[in-house]
T-cell receptor, first 115, second 116 residues
Framework: GAVVSQHPSWVICKSGTSVKIECRSLDFQATTMFWYRQFPKQSLMLMATSNEGSKATYEQGVEKDKFLINHASLTLSTLTVTSAHPEDSSFYIC???????????FGPGTRLTVL | AQKVTQAQTEISVVEKEDVTLDCVYETRDTTYYLFWYKQPPSGELVFLIRRNSFDEQNEISGRYSWNFQKSTSSFNFTITASQVVDSAVYFCALVGGNTGGFKTIFGAGTRLFVKA
């Protein structure tokens, strides 16, 4: 299957700092990229959907000013957690999809710990 | 509304046993796709299969098989002769059409433990 990379794989930061997570589709052009958050032993919670060159669509309850998403090209999307706080600690997963009904390919995830 | 229900939270089997993971979905769309993904302890989700709503043929891939029944809105996944490496969380997912906004709806996941 297609490969999606995510960087960094883990990050520890102090409360109040901002953290940027990169998601890249390595061998295909992703028309849509998704950002999920996963708490321990829970399912994936969709945070936002982004299409290249347009603003991301955020799910209800997700603060767009706190979780900034940029989808600058067909192979790169970034999620910036601004002014992170301990409650933002979580496993963040990105995925990329070509077309509407195709399968999503997932990145390996980024474990964020905010102290 | 679109919904995916995986009623089994955790299943524990002994190696070589067969195991079936249940998935029931709800959608008003006539065109939709169903998926299964595997999330091993490493955390990265792996795509397993995609089926469209017009194709009810069962599928077999090695030890894996899937049974899609529109009459019961189910898309069950069976692992034959389970192995320890099958231990993971398995997610069933649905991508609907217009009413679903083409979003992927994930089930809660079923955690499978395969003991040696």
């Amino acid at each position: 299957g297609a490969v999606v990379s995510q960087h960094p794989s883990w990050v520890i930061c102090k409360s109040g700092t901002s953290v940027k997570i990169e998601c890249r589709s390595l061998d295909f052009q992703a028309t849509t990229m998704f950002w999920y958050r996963q708490f321990p032993k829970q399912s994936l919670m969709l945070m936002a959907t982004s299409n290249e060159g347009s603003k991301a669509t955020y799910e209800q309850g997700v603060e767009k000013d706190k979780f900034l998403i940029n989808h600058a090209s067909l192979t790169l999307s970034t999620l910036t957690v601004t002014s992170a706080h301990p409650e933002d600690s979580s496993f963040y997963i990105c995925s990329a999809r070509q077309g509407t009904y195709n399968e999503q390919f997932f990145g390996p995830g980024t474990r964020l710990t905010v102290l | 509304a679109q919904k995916v229900t995986q009623a089994q939270t955790e299943i524990s089997v002994v190696e070589k046993e067969d195991v079936t993971l249940d998935c029931v979905y709800e959608t008003r769309d006539t065109t939709y796709y169903l998926f299964w993904y595997k999330q091993p302890p490493s955390g990265e989700l792996v795509f397993l299969i995609r089926r469209n709503s017009f194709d009810e043929q069962n599928e077999i891939s090695g030890r894996y098989s899937w049974n899609f029944q529109k009459s019961t809105s189910s898309f069950n996944f069976t692992i034959t002769a389970s192995q320890v490496v099958d231990s993971a969380v398995y997610f069933c997912a649905l991508v609907g059409g217009n009413t679903g906004g083409f979003k992927t709806i994930f089930g809660a996941g079923t955690r499978l433990f395969v003991k040696a």
